[in-house]
């Protein structure tokens, strides 16, 4: 039975997820690195959404399969990699048991992907597929925010995150979030409220869509991923390799096949 698509309201609009996410490019310098040795094989990117780092790889002549559940996420990365002309695999699967019938060097899932997967289930099936499809001596990366105090306590009020100019009507858009932290599932409920204003500073429009996040431990973590066959390489705390701390943002994994 398919897994139902239940946390997916953030990429409804995947018009609005390139807006708000296009400019973030400080993990393609890192897979870059790890491209340069994935010897010709097919280079799987899981959860791939819009196609926001498989796409820059794909130009740099890298083989690049991208995997999603979301059918608009995915019709939106094969329009914008067919105006390119490049030459990727645009799959449509379950992430937790998908199958490509290949292997390769390099899988990766970055943009905290991981954490839609809610339950323990749904993690093993994440990681034993990958285990499934890497080669000897493959590595998977993957990235998850760290589960500090002040990341799961947060106000459970409204509370202001960024702003940024929509591109297309030159409106500010003012982000808010209200988050709500449930301990016994490890899992943030996120409500993120966009509020969009004229030139004079007036809201006109306001949208808000909700999400759920689940958050594991470094120590868990380590368990989880020994029980699925891969072996832990590296962990750091941002994409310059920079080592963990207990003031670390996210965690960055570089595993390898048991």
């Given at each position: 039975?398919?897994?139902?698509?239940?946390?997916s309201e953030e990429y409804d609009d995947p018009i609005l997820y390139d807006k708000e996410n296009e400019k973030?490019?400080?993990?393609?310098?890192?897979?870059?690195?790890?491209?340069?040795?994935?010897?010709?094989?097919?280079?799987?990117?899981?959860?791939?959404?819009?196609?926001?780092?498989?796409i820059p790889l794909a130009r740099l002549g890298y083989r690049l399969i991208g995997v999603d559940i979301h059918k608009g996420m995915l019709r939106e990365a094969k329009k914008k990699s067919s105006e390119l002309?490049?030459?990727?695999?645009?799959?449509?699967?379950?992430?937790?048991?998908?199958?490509?019938n290949v292997k390769s060097k390099l899988i990766f899932s970055v943009g905290n992907s991981f954490q839609h997967f809610l339950t323990n289930e749904e993690q093993d099936g994440l990681f034993s597929s990958v285990n499934k499809h890497l080669e000897h001596g493959g590595v998977f990366i993957f990235n998850?925010?760290?589960?500090?105090?002040?990341?799961?306590f947060q106000p459970d009020t409204e509370e202001y995150w960024k702003s940024y100019i929509d591109k297309d009507t030159s409106n500010k858009v003012d982000v808010?979030?209200?988050?709500?932290?449930?301990?016994?599932?490890?899992?943030?409920?996120?409500?993120?409220i966009r509020k969009y204003l004229n030139n004079e500073g007036k809201i006109i429009d306001e949208?808000?869509?909700?999400?759920?996040?689940?958050y594991v431990f470094p120590k868990e973590m380590e368990r989880i991923l020994l029980f699925n066959s891969l072996e832990i390489v590296s962990i750091f705390k941002d994409w310059k390799e920079t080592p963990i701390s207990n003031d670390s943002y996210e965690l960055i994994y570089v595993c390898k096949k048991v």
């Open positions: 039975m398919e897994r139902v698509k239940t946390n973030y490019v400080e993990d393609l310098s890192y897979l870059i690195k790890w491209a340069s040795k994935s010897e010709g094989l097919p280079i799987i990117d899981l959860a791939c959404g819009t196609g926001r780092a498989t002309e490049l030459q990727i695999e645009w799959v449509e699967q379950d992430c937790t048991k998908f199958n490509l998850t925010r760290f589960p500090s105090p002040e990341e799961l808010f979030t209200i988050s709500r932290y449930d301990s016994l599932r490890q899992i943030q409920n996120y409500a993120t949208k808000r869509t909700n999400i759920r996040l689940r």
